[in-house]
């Protein structure tokens, strides 16, 4: 017999922080998938503001980048008539669900979150207890609109895993209260490396311009870069091991061009590594064009981000709402 109930499609979450404009690393290892998600699923993205202050913040620049951050996600596709786009500090269930949160997260889980002993290490003169729960708020961010998917780079995995172990934990006391998430980790670009040090992460925050490579860079700087890349001496376009430049590049274009190891080891077979630099740079640019030009115009128009801003919002709380209510009834509030 045929079922003519309709189904809610599984739901998708995820969030990115204003703290600086994006990287190639954001876009493809994130930010990519949430467009390719967004015809398919049900889909609540977020500009994670609340967790940006865990590093000290200019408050105008947080403001500007968090505005900037929120057209982006407009620029790279998503249409605000068909997905929840909003900014996590418009909407207060974060907060209330990420404080109830806490007192069901374990200090030695928290702990052993590899971010935050690199975070600690790198602002040592402000190791707050908001950098320490910073996953906790990820997980409310995730648990209150009961995602089944969160589309993310690999650095991000481990809160997703504490994520789940606190929905697990909160269920198993109270009874089925969160659906339990999965990550959504592409499998290539999921860890783009620097372009100066590829051993290392291509981070928004890295000080050298020519690590990394941002969404909103002219097609100008992003050739310079991309030919002043860090590679190796062996002048062979394959992907192996101790060729940790090489590998990256081929990453980033099999990212862009869809194409897969084999076939861009053949293409560049006999070729060396300046002709392959130009092709990857040439493959981000075609990428990131549109992308760029329509940023460009939307950023204009402030009125128009504020309105869907505000619209996201309300749509976000609405949705929120009912987890936190249930929530809070669990654990034992008294209703108003
Ligand atoms: P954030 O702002 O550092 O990064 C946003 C997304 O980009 C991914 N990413 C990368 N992917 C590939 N290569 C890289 N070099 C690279 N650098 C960053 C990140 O994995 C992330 O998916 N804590 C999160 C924001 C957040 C969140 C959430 C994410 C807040 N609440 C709830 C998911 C669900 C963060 O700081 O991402």
């Given at each position: 017999?045929?079922?003519?109930?309709?189904?809610?499609?599984?739901?998708?979450?995820?969030?990115?922080?204003?703290?600086?404009?994006?990287?190639?690393?954001?876009?493809?290892?994130?930010?990519?998938?949430?467009?390719?998600?967004?015809?398919?699923?049900?889909?609540?993205?977020?500009?994670?503001?609340?967790?940006?202050i865990t590093v000290r913040q200019d408050?105008?620049?947080?403001?500007?980048?968090?505005?900037?951050?929120?057209?982006?996600?407009?620029?790279?596709?998503?249409?605000?008539?068909?997905?929840?786009?909003?900014?996590?500090?418009?909407?207060?269930?974060?907060?209330?669900?990420?404080?109830?949160?806490?007192?069901?997260?374990?200090?030695?889980?928290?702990?052993?979150?590899?971010?935050?002993?690199?975070?600690?290490?790198?602002h040592?003169d402000n190791?707050n207890?908001?950098?320490?729960?910073?996953?906790?708020?990820?997980?409310?961010?995730?648990?209150?609109?009961?995602?089944?998917?969160?589309?993310?780079?690999?650095?991000?995995?481990?809160?997703?895993?504490?994520?789940?172990?606190?929905?697990?934990?909160?269920?198993?006391?109270?009874?089925?209260?969160?659906?339990?998430?999965?990550?959504?980790?592409?499998?290539?670009?999921?860890?783009?490396?620097?372009?100066?040090?590829?051993?290392?992460?291509?981070?928004?925050?890295?000080?050298?311009?020519?690590?990394?490579?941002?969404?909103?860079?002219?097609?100008?700087?992003?050739?310079?870069?991309?030919?002043?890349?860090?590679?190796?001496?062996?002048?062979?376009?394959?992907?192996?091991?101790?060729?940790?430049?090489?590998?990256?590049?081929?990453?980033?274009?099999?990212?862009?061009?869809?194409?897969?190891?084999?076939?861009?080891?053949?293409?560049?077979?006999?070729?060396?590594?300046?002709?392959?630099?130009?092709?990857?740079?040439?493959?981000?640019?075609?990428?990131?064009?549109?992308?760029?030009?329509?940023?460009?115009?939307?950023?204009?128009?402030?009125?128009?981000?504020?309105?869907?801003?505000?619209?996201?919002?309300?749509?976000?709380?609405?949705?929120?709402?009912?987890?936190?209510?249930?929530?809070?009834?669990?654990?034992?509030?008294?209703?108003?």
């Open positions: 017999m045929e079922n003519n109930t309709p189904q809610r499609r599984p739901r998708v979450l995820s969030a990115i922080q204003p703290t600086a404009i994006p990287t190639i690393g954001n876009y493809l290892g994130a930010l990519r998938n949430w467009k390719a998600m967004s015809d398919d699923y049900d889909c609540v993205y977020a500009v994670a503001d609340l967790h940006a408050p105008a620049t947080l403001r500007r980048q968090t505005l900037e951050a929120f057209a982006l996600l407009l620029s790279i596709g998503l249409d605000p008539e068909k997905n929840v786009i909003f900014i996590q500090s418009h909407v207060n269930t974060h907060s209330q669900l990420a404080w109830i949160l806490d007192c069901y997260t374990q200090f030695g889980e928290a702990s052993r979150m590899t971010q935050f002993k690199d975070k600690s290490q790198k040592a190791v207890v908001g950098l320490f729960t910073y996953p906790v708020l990820m997980a409310a961010d995730i648990l209150l609109y009961q995602a089944n998917f969160v589309p993310i780079g690999a650095d991000q995995k481990q809160h997703l895993e504490i994520t789940r172990d606190i929905a697990e934990r909160f269920n198993g006391i109270y009874g089925n209260t969160f659906t339990i998430p999965e990550a959504f980790i592409g499998k290539v670009g999921a860890r783009v490396m620097s372009l100066q040090n590829p051993t290392q992460k291509m981070s928004k925050s890295d000080p050298n311009p020519k690590a990394s490579v941002s969404i909103l860079d002219t097609p100008d700087a992003i050739m310079k870069k991309f030919k002043s890349a860090v590679t190796d001496s062996e002048a062979v376009v394959r992907y192996g091991e101790g060729k940790d430049g090489i590998n990256n590049l081929m990453s980033i274009y099999s990212c862009c061009t869809g194409k897969s190891f084999e076939e861009i080891e053949n293409e560049f077979a006999g070729k060396g590594y300046g002709d392959f630099k130009v092709s990857v740079a040439e493959a981000v640019i075609e990428e990131l064009t549109p992308v760029r030009e329509r940023f460009n115009e939307r950023i204009t128009d402030k009125a128009y981000l504020m309105e869907c801003a505000a619209k996201g919002a309300d749509m976000a709380q609405r949705i929120s709402q009912r987890t936190l209510d249930k929530v809070m009834r669990k654990v034992g509030f008294l209703q108003k």
